[in-house]
Protein backbone atom coordinates (compact mmCIF):
# COMPACT_ATOMS: atom_id res chain seq x y z
CA UNK A 1 0.00 0.00 0.00
CA UNK A 2 2.90 2.41 0.70
CA UNK A 3 4.05 2.06 -2.67
CA UNK A 4 0.95 2.86 -3.78
CA UNK A 5 0.04 6.18 -2.43
CA UNK A 6 0.59 9.33 -3.32
CA UNK A 7 1.07 12.42 -0.70
CA UNK A 8 -1.81 14.56 -0.79
CA UNK A 9 0.12 17.82 -1.82
CA UNK A 10 -0.22 16.08 -5.22
CA UNK A 11 -3.28 14.95 -5.80
CA UNK A 12 -4.93 14.68 -9.19
CA UNK A 13 -8.02 15.51 -10.53
CA UNK A 14 -8.70 12.54 -12.71
CA UNK A 15 -12.14 12.21 -15.70
CA UNK A 16 -12.53 8.73 -16.82
CA UNK A 17 -14.73 8.19 -19.73
CA UNK A 18 -15.91 4.62 -20.62
CA UNK A 19 -19.58 3.32 -21.42
CA UNK A 20 -18.25 0.31 -19.25
CA UNK A 21 -19.44 0.83 -15.56
CA UNK A 22 -17.57 -1.97 -14.60
CA UNK A 23 -14.14 -1.42 -15.95
CA UNK A 24 -15.04 2.16 -15.27
CA UNK A 25 -15.33 1.83 -11.22
CA UNK A 26 -12.45 -0.69 -11.35
CA UNK A 27 -10.37 1.93 -12.61
CA UNK A 28 -11.87 4.34 -10.15
CA UNK A 29 -11.07 2.30 -6.96
CA UNK A 30 -7.35 1.96 -8.13
CA UNK A 31 -6.99 5.80 -9.08
CA UNK A 32 -8.62 6.28 -5.38
CA UNK A 33 -5.96 4.25 -3.94
CA UNK A 34 -2.89 6.94 -5.72
CA UNK A 35 -4.72 9.32 -3.95
CA UNK A 36 -6.73 10.92 -7.00
CA UNK A 37 -10.22 12.74 -6.78
CA UNK A 38 -12.21 10.67 -9.74
CA UNK A 39 -14.79 11.68 -11.74
CA UNK A 40 -16.96 9.73 -14.26
CA UNK A 41 -18.70 10.14 -18.03
CA UNK A 42 -20.03 7.56 -20.29
CA UNK A 43 -19.85 9.04 -23.54
CA UNK A 44 -18.66 12.27 -25.43
CA UNK A 45 -21.61 14.51 -24.59
CA UNK A 46 -21.42 13.63 -20.57
CA UNK A 47 -17.35 14.12 -20.69
CA UNK A 48 -17.71 17.29 -21.92
CA UNK A 49 -20.48 18.25 -19.39
CA UNK A 50 -18.05 17.26 -16.53
CA UNK A 51 -14.64 18.97 -18.08
CA UNK A 52 -16.61 22.44 -18.28
CA UNK A 53 -18.23 22.21 -14.49
CA UNK A 54 -15.93 20.02 -12.75
CA UNK A 55 -12.41 21.22 -14.16
CA UNK A 56 -10.54 17.71 -13.85
CA UNK A 57 -6.80 18.00 -14.67
CA UNK A 58 -6.12 14.52 -16.88
CA UNK A 59 -9.02 12.95 -19.18
CA UNK A 60 -8.30 8.62 -19.37
CA UNK A 61 -10.96 7.82 -22.22
CA UNK A 62 -11.30 4.61 -23.81
CA UNK A 63 -11.44 4.44 -27.46
CA UNK A 64 -14.63 2.34 -28.40
CA UNK A 65 -18.26 3.98 -26.65
CA UNK A 66 -21.24 4.41 -28.74
CA UNK A 67 -18.88 3.97 -32.06
CA UNK A 68 -15.46 2.45 -32.22
CA UNK A 69 -13.95 6.02 -32.37
CA UNK A 70 -16.01 8.02 -30.10
CA UNK A 71 -12.74 8.13 -27.94
CA UNK A 72 -10.63 9.41 -31.01
CA UNK A 73 -13.95 12.36 -31.61
CA UNK A 74 -13.72 13.39 -27.76
CA UNK A 75 -9.77 13.94 -27.94
CA UNK A 76 -10.65 16.24 -31.17
CA UNK A 77 -13.40 17.95 -29.09
CA UNK A 78 -11.04 18.35 -26.15
CA UNK A 79 -7.95 19.75 -27.87
CA UNK A 80 -10.61 22.32 -29.66
CA UNK A 81 -12.53 23.37 -26.41
CA UNK A 82 -9.44 22.86 -23.71
CA UNK A 83 -6.49 22.77 -25.46
CA UNK A 84 -4.23 22.61 -22.77
CA UNK A 85 -6.18 19.31 -21.29
CA UNK A 86 -3.92 16.35 -21.13
CA UNK A 87 -5.99 13.45 -22.56
CA UNK A 88 -5.17 9.82 -21.92
CA UNK A 89 -6.58 6.86 -24.40
CA UNK A 90 -6.66 3.38 -23.39
CA UNK A 91 -7.84 1.13 -26.10
CA UNK A 92 -8.71 -3.03 -26.11
CA UNK A 93 -9.15 -3.22 -29.95
CA UNK A 94 -7.89 -0.15 -31.38
CA UNK A 95 -5.47 0.05 -34.48
CA UNK A 96 -1.59 1.27 -34.91
CA UNK A 97 -3.58 3.60 -36.55
CA UNK A 98 -6.19 4.87 -34.30
CA UNK A 99 -3.26 5.41 -31.82
CA UNK A 100 -1.70 7.37 -34.46
CA UNK A 101 -4.62 9.30 -34.68
CA UNK A 102 -5.20 10.14 -30.93
CA UNK A 103 -2.05 10.76 -30.37
CA UNK A 104 -2.15 13.57 -33.94
CA UNK A 105 -5.49 14.95 -32.43
CA UNK A 106 -2.87 15.71 -29.35
CA UNK A 107 -3.63 12.58 -26.81
CA UNK A 108 -0.41 12.33 -24.25
CA UNK A 109 -0.73 8.39 -23.95
CA UNK A 110 -2.07 5.96 -25.62
CA UNK A 111 -2.22 2.35 -23.65
CA UNK A 112 -3.70 -0.99 -24.91
CA UNK A 113 -6.59 -1.84 -22.75
CA UNK A 114 -6.10 -5.45 -20.88
CA UNK A 115 -6.15 -7.11 -17.75
CA UNK A 116 -6.89 -3.99 -15.31
CA UNK A 117 -3.92 -4.99 -13.07
CA UNK A 118 -1.63 -5.57 -15.63
CA UNK A 119 -2.10 -1.99 -17.00
CA UNK A 120 -1.91 -0.02 -13.71
CA UNK A 121 1.65 0.87 -13.54
CA UNK A 122 1.50 1.89 -16.92
CA UNK A 123 -1.13 4.20 -16.49
CA UNK A 124 -0.37 5.57 -13.40
CA UNK A 125 2.96 6.09 -14.84
CA UNK A 126 1.30 8.02 -17.56
CA UNK A 127 -0.90 10.19 -15.29
CA UNK A 128 1.98 11.39 -13.79
CA UNK A 129 3.82 12.77 -16.84
CA UNK A 130 0.18 14.08 -18.21
CA UNK A 131 -0.14 15.92 -14.74
CA UNK A 132 3.40 17.96 -14.95
CA UNK A 133 2.79 18.82 -18.50
CA UNK A 134 -1.06 19.96 -16.86
CA UNK A 135 0.71 21.93 -13.97
CA UNK A 136 3.21 23.54 -16.28
CA UNK A 137 1.13 24.62 -18.90
CA UNK A 138 -1.34 25.92 -16.24
CA UNK A 139 1.61 27.80 -14.85
CA UNK A 140 2.71 29.31 -17.73
CA UNK A 141 -1.28 29.97 -18.28
CA UNK A 142 -1.16 32.31 -16.11
CA UNK A 143 2.47 34.23 -16.56
CA UNK A 144 0.79 35.23 -19.83
CA UNK A 145 -2.48 36.26 -18.33
CA UNK A 146 -0.20 37.77 -15.75
CA UNK A 147 1.42 39.63 -19.13
CA UNK A 148 -2.13 40.68 -20.58
CA UNK A 149 -2.41 42.69 -17.27
CA UNK A 150 0.66 44.30 -17.09
CA UNK A 151 0.35 45.23 -21.25
CA UNK A 152 -2.98 47.11 -20.70
CA UNK A 153 -3.09 48.69 -17.37
CA UNK A 154 0.84 49.11 -16.06
CA UNK A 155 3.68 51.48 -16.63
CA UNK A 156 5.76 51.51 -19.32
CA UNK A 157 8.42 50.38 -17.55
CA UNK A 158 6.78 46.84 -16.19
CA UNK A 159 5.54 46.58 -19.88
CA UNK A 160 8.76 46.16 -21.86
CA UNK A 161 9.98 43.25 -18.63
CA UNK A 162 7.35 41.74 -20.34
CA UNK A 163 8.50 42.11 -23.77
CA UNK A 164 11.60 40.56 -22.55
CA UNK A 165 9.78 37.65 -21.52
CA UNK A 166 7.62 36.83 -24.12
CA UNK A 167 10.80 37.41 -26.80
CA UNK A 168 12.15 34.65 -24.59
CA UNK A 169 9.29 32.53 -24.32
CA UNK A 170 8.74 32.25 -28.51
CA UNK A 171 12.55 30.86 -28.18
CA UNK A 172 11.97 28.01 -26.23
CA UNK A 173 11.06 24.80 -27.46
CA UNK A 174 8.40 22.23 -26.36
CA UNK A 175 6.05 24.75 -25.90
CA UNK A 176 2.39 23.99 -26.48
CA UNK A 177 0.96 25.54 -29.44
CA UNK A 178 -1.89 27.09 -28.11
CA UNK A 179 0.36 29.05 -25.30
CA UNK A 180 2.91 30.15 -28.46
CA UNK A 181 0.37 31.89 -30.18
CA UNK A 182 -1.25 33.87 -27.24
CA UNK A 183 2.13 34.75 -26.50
CA UNK A 184 3.06 36.06 -29.49
CA UNK A 185 -0.83 37.75 -29.85
CA UNK A 186 1.25 39.45 -26.49
CA UNK A 187 4.02 40.27 -28.26
CA UNK A 188 2.83 42.10 -31.33
CA UNK A 189 -0.05 44.40 -28.44
CA UNK A 190 3.19 45.17 -26.95
CA UNK A 191 5.04 46.16 -29.86
CA UNK A 192 1.85 47.39 -32.19
CA UNK A 193 3.65 51.11 -32.23
CA UNK A 194 6.94 49.62 -33.30
CA UNK A 195 5.70 47.21 -35.70
CA UNK A 196 3.50 49.80 -37.55
CA UNK A 197 6.90 52.05 -38.03
CA UNK A 198 8.80 49.06 -39.37
CA UNK A 199 5.73 48.36 -41.97
CA UNK A 200 6.43 51.78 -43.39
CA UNK A 201 10.14 51.44 -42.72
CA UNK A 202 9.80 47.94 -44.53
CA UNK A 203 7.88 50.19 -47.52
CA UNK A 204 10.87 52.37 -48.13
CA UNK A 205 13.23 50.13 -48.02
CA UNK A 206 11.38 47.19 -50.45
CA UNK A 207 12.79 48.74 -53.44
CA UNK A 208 9.75 50.71 -54.47
CA UNK A 209 10.09 54.04 -55.88
CA UNK A 210 6.68 55.57 -53.97
CA UNK A 211 6.20 58.14 -57.40
CA UNK A 212 2.95 60.36 -56.79
CA UNK A 213 2.21 58.02 -59.90
CA UNK A 214 2.66 54.61 -58.05
CA UNK A 215 0.65 56.04 -55.08
CA UNK A 216 -2.43 57.09 -57.02
CA UNK A 217 -2.03 53.33 -58.76
CA UNK A 218 -2.50 51.68 -55.30
CA UNK A 219 -4.90 53.95 -54.20
CA UNK A 220 -6.61 53.24 -57.18
CA UNK A 221 -7.03 49.64 -56.83
CA UNK A 222 -7.75 50.00 -53.47
CA UNK A 223 -10.77 52.29 -54.56
CA UNK A 224 -12.05 49.50 -56.63
CA UNK A 225 -11.06 46.21 -54.80
CA UNK A 226 -12.81 47.96 -51.64
CA UNK A 227 -15.68 50.40 -52.33
CA UNK A 228 -15.63 52.19 -48.97
CA UNK A 229 -11.81 52.95 -48.72
CA UNK A 230 -13.03 56.36 -48.79
CA UNK A 231 -14.51 56.65 -45.79
CA UNK A 232 -11.94 54.59 -43.65
CA UNK A 233 -10.06 56.31 -40.77
CA UNK A 234 -6.95 57.37 -41.96
CA UNK A 235 -5.19 55.34 -39.75
CA UNK A 236 -6.74 52.51 -41.71
CA UNK A 237 -5.95 53.91 -44.92
CA UNK A 238 -2.57 54.26 -44.12
CA UNK A 239 -1.92 50.53 -43.23
CA UNK A 240 -3.67 49.12 -46.41
CA UNK A 241 -1.30 51.26 -48.56
CA UNK A 242 1.40 49.79 -46.68
CA UNK A 243 -0.11 46.57 -47.16
CA UNK A 244 -0.78 46.68 -50.95
CA UNK A 245 2.82 48.63 -51.31
CA UNK A 246 4.36 45.51 -49.44
CA UNK A 247 2.28 43.05 -50.97
CA UNK A 248 3.17 44.31 -54.51
CA UNK A 249 7.08 43.76 -53.91
CA UNK A 250 6.36 40.46 -52.25
CA UNK A 251 4.88 38.64 -55.69
CA UNK A 252 8.37 40.48 -57.19
CA UNK A 253 10.50 38.77 -55.27
CA UNK A 254 7.93 35.71 -54.68
CA UNK A 255 10.15 34.62 -51.40
CA UNK A 256 10.36 37.31 -48.39
CA UNK A 257 8.98 35.65 -45.30
CA UNK A 258 9.80 39.40 -43.78
CA UNK A 259 7.42 41.13 -46.33
CA UNK A 260 4.89 38.43 -45.53
CA UNK A 261 5.24 38.95 -41.99
CA UNK A 262 4.81 42.81 -42.27
CA UNK A 263 1.92 42.35 -45.10
CA UNK A 264 0.28 40.52 -42.55
CA UNK A 265 0.21 42.81 -39.83
CA UNK A 266 -0.73 45.61 -42.20
CA UNK A 267 -3.85 44.66 -43.04
CA UNK A 268 -4.78 43.64 -39.82
CA UNK A 269 -3.86 47.16 -37.97
CA UNK A 270 -5.75 48.92 -40.76
CA UNK A 271 -9.33 46.05 -39.61
CA UNK A 272 -8.37 46.91 -35.97
CA UNK A 273 -8.24 50.76 -36.33
CA UNK A 274 -11.54 51.04 -38.39
CA UNK A 275 -13.22 48.22 -35.94
CA UNK A 276 -12.13 50.07 -32.63
CA UNK A 277 -13.33 53.68 -34.42
CA UNK A 278 -16.70 51.71 -35.11
CA UNK A 279 -17.07 49.98 -32.01
CA UNK A 280 -14.78 52.41 -29.53
CA UNK A 281 -17.77 54.72 -28.25
CA UNK A 282 -20.55 51.54 -28.39
CA UNK A 283 -17.70 49.50 -26.28
CA UNK A 284 -17.34 52.71 -23.71
CA UNK A 285 -21.11 52.86 -23.32
CA UNK A 286 -21.84 49.18 -23.19
CA UNK A 287 -19.08 49.49 -19.76
CA UNK A 288 -21.07 52.25 -18.02
CA UNK A 289 -24.31 50.26 -17.79
CA UNK A 290 -24.94 48.58 -14.49
CA UNK A 291 -26.92 45.86 -16.66
CA UNK A 292 -23.86 45.03 -18.62
CA UNK A 293 -22.46 43.23 -15.54
CA UNK A 294 -25.99 42.01 -14.49
CA UNK A 295 -26.18 40.20 -17.93
CA UNK A 296 -22.47 38.53 -17.51
CA UNK A 297 -23.28 37.34 -14.19
CA UNK A 298 -26.33 35.65 -15.88
CA UNK A 299 -23.39 34.16 -18.33
CA UNK A 300 -21.53 33.35 -15.85
CA UNK A 301 -22.01 30.14 -13.19
CA UNK A 302 -20.61 27.98 -10.44
CA UNK A 303 -17.96 29.08 -7.85
CA UNK A 304 -15.20 28.77 -10.63
CA UNK A 305 -17.46 31.44 -12.73
CA UNK A 306 -17.30 28.99 -15.71
CA UNK A 307 -19.55 29.99 -19.05
CA UNK A 308 -23.07 28.72 -17.92
CA UNK A 309 -23.96 25.45 -19.85
CA UNK A 310 -26.65 27.57 -22.16
CA UNK A 311 -24.54 29.87 -22.98
CA UNK A 312 -21.83 27.44 -24.17
CA UNK A 313 -24.37 25.23 -25.73
CA UNK A 314 -25.42 28.34 -27.77
CA UNK A 315 -21.83 29.70 -29.02
CA UNK A 316 -20.75 26.19 -29.72
CA UNK A 317 -24.00 26.24 -32.04
CA UNK A 318 -22.96 29.29 -33.36
CA UNK A 319 -19.05 28.13 -34.13
CA UNK A 320 -20.51 24.74 -35.73
CA UNK A 321 -19.33 25.08 -39.47
CA UNK A 322 -17.39 28.06 -39.33
CA UNK A 323 -13.59 28.44 -38.98
CA UNK A 324 -13.68 30.07 -35.37
CA UNK A 325 -9.75 30.30 -33.24
CA UNK A 326 -12.32 30.57 -29.76
CA UNK A 327 -12.56 28.60 -26.98
CA UNK A 328 -14.86 28.83 -24.45
CA UNK A 329 -12.47 29.88 -22.28
CA UNK A 330 -11.27 33.05 -24.48
CA UNK A 331 -15.00 33.94 -23.84
CA UNK A 332 -14.96 33.70 -20.12
CA UNK A 333 -11.75 35.59 -19.95
CA UNK A 334 -12.88 38.23 -21.81
CA UNK A 335 -16.34 38.43 -19.21
CA UNK A 336 -14.04 38.10 -16.65
CA UNK A 337 -12.04 40.52 -17.54
CA UNK A 338 -14.79 42.75 -18.02
CA UNK A 339 -15.98 42.49 -14.93
CA UNK A 340 -12.68 42.77 -12.98
CA UNK A 341 -12.17 46.46 -15.11
CA UNK A 342 -15.37 47.41 -15.63
CA UNK A 343 -15.10 50.90 -17.22
CA UNK A 344 -11.52 50.75 -17.32
CA UNK A 345 -11.46 47.29 -19.54
CA UNK A 346 -9.54 47.38 -22.87
CA UNK A 347 -10.59 44.57 -25.45
CA UNK A 348 -7.30 42.76 -25.71
CA UNK A 349 -7.27 42.36 -29.90
CA UNK A 350 -9.31 41.36 -32.68
CA UNK A 351 -10.39 38.14 -31.12
CA UNK A 352 -11.46 39.64 -28.02
CA UNK A 353 -13.10 42.45 -30.28
CA UNK A 354 -14.87 39.59 -31.86
CA UNK A 355 -16.14 37.86 -28.61
CA UNK A 356 -17.82 41.27 -27.93
CA UNK A 357 -19.37 41.55 -30.83
CA UNK A 358 -20.70 38.07 -30.66
CA UNK A 359 -22.09 38.34 -27.23
CA UNK A 360 -23.04 41.96 -27.03
CA UNK A 361 -23.95 42.95 -30.95
CA UNK A 362 -27.25 40.77 -31.28
CA UNK A 363 -30.56 40.17 -30.05
CA UNK A 364 -30.64 35.99 -28.85
CA UNK A 365 -32.27 33.96 -26.20
CA UNK A 366 -30.92 31.78 -23.30
CA UNK A 367 -31.58 29.97 -20.36
CA UNK A 368 -29.79 31.95 -17.71
CA UNK A 369 -27.76 30.65 -14.44
CA UNK A 370 -30.50 32.77 -12.29
CA UNK A 371 -33.13 33.07 -14.58
CA UNK A 372 -35.49 30.88 -16.40
CA UNK A 373 -34.78 33.03 -19.68
CA UNK A 374 -32.39 35.93 -20.70
CA UNK A 375 -32.97 37.77 -23.36
CA UNK A 376 -29.82 39.98 -25.20
CA UNK A 377 -31.60 43.04 -27.00
CA UNK A 378 -27.98 43.90 -28.68
CA UNK A 379 -26.56 46.07 -25.76
CA UNK A 380 -23.92 47.07 -27.84
CA UNK A 381 -26.07 48.86 -29.92
CA UNK A 382 -24.75 48.13 -33.35
CA UNK A 383 -26.64 49.33 -36.21
CA UNK A 384 -26.30 49.17 -39.58
CA UNK A 385 -26.35 44.92 -40.39
CA UNK A 386 -29.66 43.91 -40.76
CA UNK A 387 -29.29 40.16 -40.18
CA UNK A 388 -27.85 37.82 -37.57
CA UNK A 389 -25.83 36.32 -39.65
CA UNK A 390 -23.77 39.75 -40.46
CA UNK A 391 -22.98 40.08 -36.64
CA UNK A 392 -21.75 36.60 -36.36
CA UNK A 393 -19.90 37.37 -40.03
CA UNK A 394 -18.47 40.49 -38.94
CA UNK A 395 -17.19 38.74 -34.80
CA UNK A 396 -15.95 35.78 -36.79
CA UNK A 397 -13.98 37.52 -39.02
CA UNK A 398 -12.32 39.76 -36.54
CA UNK A 399 -11.59 36.65 -34.58
CA UNK A 400 -9.96 34.75 -38.08
CA UNK A 401 -7.51 37.78 -38.86
CA UNK A 402 -5.78 37.59 -35.30
CA UNK A 403 -5.99 34.08 -35.93
CA UNK A 404 -4.29 33.94 -39.96
CA UNK A 405 -1.46 37.15 -38.20
CA UNK A 406 -0.19 34.41 -36.52
CA UNK A 407 2.71 32.30 -37.45
CA UNK A 408 2.26 29.77 -35.22
CA UNK A 409 -0.88 28.63 -36.80
CA UNK A 410 -1.47 27.23 -39.93
CA UNK A 411 2.41 26.56 -40.37
CA UNK A 412 1.25 24.05 -43.47
CA UNK A 413 0.00 26.99 -45.75
CA UNK A 414 2.67 29.15 -47.76
CA UNK A 415 2.92 32.89 -46.52
CA UNK A 416 2.21 33.85 -49.54
CA UNK A 417 -1.04 31.44 -49.33
CA UNK A 418 -1.70 33.58 -45.94
CA UNK A 419 -1.32 36.85 -47.19
CA UNK A 420 -4.01 36.15 -50.03
CA UNK A 421 -6.04 34.63 -47.45
CA UNK A 422 -5.68 37.27 -44.76
CA UNK A 423 -5.72 40.32 -47.70
CA UNK A 424 -9.56 38.98 -48.63
CA UNK A 425 -10.87 38.53 -45.32
CA UNK A 426 -9.39 42.05 -44.35
CA UNK A 427 -11.56 43.31 -47.22
CA UNK A 428 -14.66 41.52 -46.20
CA UNK A 429 -14.14 42.37 -42.54
CA UNK A 430 -13.97 46.38 -43.60
CA UNK A 431 -16.21 46.40 -45.75
CA UNK A 432 -18.66 44.95 -43.17
CA UNK A 433 -17.43 47.64 -40.66
CA UNK A 434 -18.45 49.87 -43.18
CA UNK A 435 -22.23 49.83 -42.60
CA UNK A 436 -22.15 50.38 -39.14
CA UNK A 437 -24.18 53.72 -38.71
Keep these: MNN ?35 LEAHDMEDALERIEI ?61 RIEEEMEEI ?16 LRQQL ?39 YNLYVRANTERLREESRAAVEQSGLILTKEVVEEIERLLREALPCYADLDEDAKESLQCA ?8 RRKQSLDLSR ?3 FSYCFAVESEAKKKLQKRITRLLQKPETYALIEEFLEGPQRRLSVHLRQHILVLM ?43 EYVIVGSRSPKVTVSNPLQLKG ?38 RKKAFECLTIASQLT
Excluded at 125 to 136: C, G, K, L, S, V
Excluded at 244 to 251: A, D, G, I, P, V
Excluded at 393 to 401: C, D, K, P, S
Aim: hydrophobic share 40%.
Design 385 to 422: LEKDDQVIRFAELLVQLQHYRNPYIHPEISELEKVSVL
Design 54 to 114: DSPEIVITDLQMRTDTEGLELIRQIKSQFPLLPVIMISAVGTFEDGALAQRYGASSVIAKG
Design 145 to 183: RVAAETIDYRPEEEVREVRDFLVKLLSEQNIPPTLRAEA
Design 320 to 362: RGREWDVTTDNVRQTLHRMLEHQERYKPDGLKALGIIVLLFGR
Design 124 to 139: FRAIDRAHEEYRRNEE
Design 262 to 264: MVG
Design 4 to 38: ETTPKSVQRRVLIVDDNKIYREALRRRLMLRQCDV
Design 244 to 251: EFLLREQM
